[in-house]
């Protein structure tokens, strides 16, 4: 039987439309910001504390805005599922807005149409979001 964790992911774009991707240290998939809630944290609290640690972005919790949940294969951990909350930021953000921290080893902004040029990403973000989001009016 698989593990199943619980994880907030959060969907970030520049102003041309780029969602912002990150891969954490010592793993070679790209995903959203985001992680898992601790002890009493709603989704929503899980995606904006997330944010500030991984990339420097402050946005409130209840600014967030619910994209949808999904389970799926974990992308970095052995005989696992993730259960993923997938929440998007208000507004657009200048890449140099963001940096990476705390365990992202590396940013990139990625063109939703384009996704299919990248064999690097987790599997929520290929097989879940990415799908939803091309042809669907962009969240900037």
Not at 97 to 111: D, F, G, H, K, T
Request: aromatic share 6%; proline share 6%; with cysteine.
């Amino acid at each position: 039987m698989k593990n199943v964790l619980k994880v907030s992911a959060v969907c970030v774009y520049d102003p041309t439309g780029r969602l912002l991707t990150v891969r954490k240290s010592g793993t070679s998939k790209f995903m959203h910001p985001g992680g898992k809630p601790e002890q009493g944290e709603s989704a929503a609290d899980a995606g904006a504390r997330e944010l500030a640690e991984e990339v420097g972005l402050h946005v409130a919790a209840a600014e967030l805005e619910l994209v949808g949940v999904w389970t799926c294969t974990a992308a970095n951990e052995s005989n696992t599922d993730i259960e993923a909350t997938v929440f998007t930021a208000p507004g657009s953000w200048a890449a140099d807005s963001v940096q990476p921290a705390a365990e992202i080893a590396e940013l990139r902004w990625m063109a939703v149409d384009r996704a299919a040029d990248f064999d690097d990403l987790a599997p929520l973000l290929s097989e879940y979001v990415l799908p939803l989001l091309i042809g669907s009016p962009q969240h900037p």
